[in-house]
């Protein structure tokens, strides 16, 4: 073979060489790892979460712990009875919308069975106080019939004891007031406050 035929079959040789190693090379860049654990990652969707608690309600009456409750704007009045330990036996809920949502600074009075104390909500608004509570030394004998356990004569008892002896220092001072026993003051405590005091 003459020189110049060996140098053809040399550059053929560099050249297929310099192929295998360009191949070589791709091959190692675009190369995945066989070995690496394959990884599945199941989307997650973020758990619904119920409104933090940020509205007050009062729920009086029929109830197991009668008191003031943290709500969320989402829960109905159902939601606030069972939070004040469910009704009691004597709970009359005919009166009731328990799907109602329920409102901030509300009070639901739950009625036993045969009262005629009203069933519907009392909101600040409507009471004049801004927790929702009545006062004993301004209310009228009309919103004070509203409490439990307190029929038009003790609310008429109430505005004439007031009349005559001055306002009420304190809630427990209603007490005083004839036909007013503890059992009667202990269901109205929470709901009821006096001007300018606790």
Sequence with gaps: MSGQGVRYVAAGIAG????????????????????????????????????????????????????????????RVIDAIAAAGGNGPNADLSGINLSKRVQDEARYHVPAIGESAPVTYVSAANSGQ???????????????ESLPGIGPSLANAIVVYREDNGPFDAVDDVDNVPGIGPKTLDSIRQLVTVSGRP
């Design 130 to 144: 801004g927790n929702g509570q009545i006062d004993l030394n301004t209310a009228p004998s009309s919103e004070l």
């Design 16 to 75: 297929l060489a310099g192929l295998a190693l360009l191949i070589a090379a791709v091959a190692l860049l675009t190369r995945s790892d066989d070995a690496a654990p394959v990884q599945i990652v199941a989307p997650t969707a973020a758990p619904a979460s119920k409104p933090a608690p940020d509205i007050k309600v009062q729920i009086s009456g029929e109830v197991m712990f009668p008191g003031v409750y943290s709500m969320s704007p989402d829960d």
